[in-house]
């Protein structure tokens, strides 16, 4: 009986808190097109990561690295950029864009390049609490995963597609000799946990073809969906292999 009482009382107050607007229930068919997408790309150094990020709708660039800007520039000259030089400065304009949306009106897509960096940054930052030269001891790599932990929650919960870019890392099983690759973060499960904040995870990677017509080729493709020994994911309708990818494509895809 109490039971029964109380699952009643809690249908009342469901029903009462529902009929006072303290919380929303949409349709998830009728809302594809609103949702926000969230993609992380890697790849090898130089394979094209910022070229393909810079071909997002309406992109605004968080660059760490200054070496991509020339990527951006080939990718998307209309493409806006901020330099970023700390990880306290992204966590300042990623909190701008959150609490200040009418400044940003103009931008449908985060880009941030890269999110590798980023990690190194949050961790130049617990350094710099120490003596110049200390070591980095076993209970700051928990400090260091809960920061990034934040950091990318931070990037999850912004009202505006995203598309974040890092290096590749790969291990070596030594029973088989087969490489698995993986997103490249200190820590070895960071990888794999920061990949649940995202709803695709791609690898990047060239080819090159040889033609008698046409010479030498090279050809970009993206592993949405792939063997086990690569971090993958993929997000319906788009999975396998996308060749010479565009991010705007893969965007209008999934929320179509």
Request: proline fraction near 4%.
């Amino acid at each position: 009986l109490e039971c029964v009482t109380l699952s009643m009382q809690m249908t009342t107050t469901l029903e009462v808190e529902n009929k006072m607007g303290k919380f929303q229930i949409i349709n998830a068919g009728k809302n594809r097109s609103q949702t926000s997408i969230k993609g992380l790309i890697y790849g090898d150094s130089g394979v094209g990561k910022s070229f393909l990020a810079a071909t997002a709708p309406a992109p605004l660039v968080l660059l760490t690295e200054m070496n991509g800007q020339a990527s951006v520039s080939h990718s998307n000259p209309k493409a806006d950029i901020i330099h970023i030089t700390s990880a306290n400065m992204l966590a300042a304009v990623l909190r701008d864009i959150d609490e200040n949306p009418d400044d940003y009106k103009k931008y449908q897509t985060i880009v941030i390049d890269s999110l590798t960096e980023t990690q190194r940054m949050i961790k130049d930052r617990i350094l710099a609490r120490k003596k110049e030269g200390a070591a980095f001891p076993i209970q700051d790599w928990g400090k260091l995963a809960s920061d990034m932990r934040a950091m990318v929650r931070r990037i999850r919960n912004l009202k505006k597609d995203v598309i974040c870019i890092c290096l590749l890392e790969f291990e070596i099983e030594e029973s088989t000799g087969i490489r698995h690759l993986r997103p490249a973060f200190d820590g070895r499960k960071t990888g794999a946990e920061i990949a649940q904040y995202f709803n695709f995870v791609g690898f990047l990677y060239a080819q090159q073809q040889t033609n008698e017509k046409t010479g030498t080729t090279v050809t970009r493709s993206l592993m949405i969906e792939g063997p086990s020994r690569v971090m993958c994911k993929p997000c319906h309708p788009v999975s396998g292999i996308v060749d010479q990818p565009n991010i705007s494509k893969i965007f209008a895809q999934i929320k179509q």
